[in-house]
């Protein structure tokens, strides 16, 4: 069982960044697939950006070029670096672990298994 903590939600002006972490606890951290999700007043959850455990990455196409997904397997942590930030992304932001997933992607949302709280993200 994992337990996720998310931090470094906050008001930001267009074009400014963001870093988002993501604390776990719980079983064998390195082993998951990780992934950022994000939900928009009135919108339904969407991924954002996915890590596997052998540290390759995918994103969305609206975050690609903007969005950097990494981890520190040390500190139990995830990161969403953020940057060029549009008022689009705002939205609460949610990290999501899942193991044995068929495909470690941001699309593949019903196969993560454990979500943290969420942390809010404004743009404006």
């Known amino acids: 069982h994992v337990q996720l903590v998310e931090s470094g939600g906050g008001l930001v002006q267009p074009g400014g960044s963001l870093r988002l972490s993501c604390t776990a606890s719980?079983?064998?951290?390195?082993?998951?697939?990780m992934g950022w999700f994000r939900q928009a007043p009135g919108k339904e959850r969407e991924g954002v950006a996915a890590?596997?455990?052998?540290?390759?990455?995918n994103y969305a196409d609206s975050v690609k070029g903007r969005f950097t997904i990494s981890k520190d397997n040390a500190k139990n942590t995830l990161y969403l670096e953020m940057n060029s930030l549009k008022p689009e992304d705002t939205a609460t932001y949610y990290c999501a672990a899942g193991r044995g997933l068929y495909v470690c992607a941001w699309y593949a949302q019903a196969d993560f298994s454990y979500w943290g709280q969420g942390t809010q993200v404004t743009v404006s």
């Open positions: 890590r596997d455990s052998d540290g390759s990455t």
């Open positions: 719980g079983s064998p951290y390195s082993m998951y697939c």
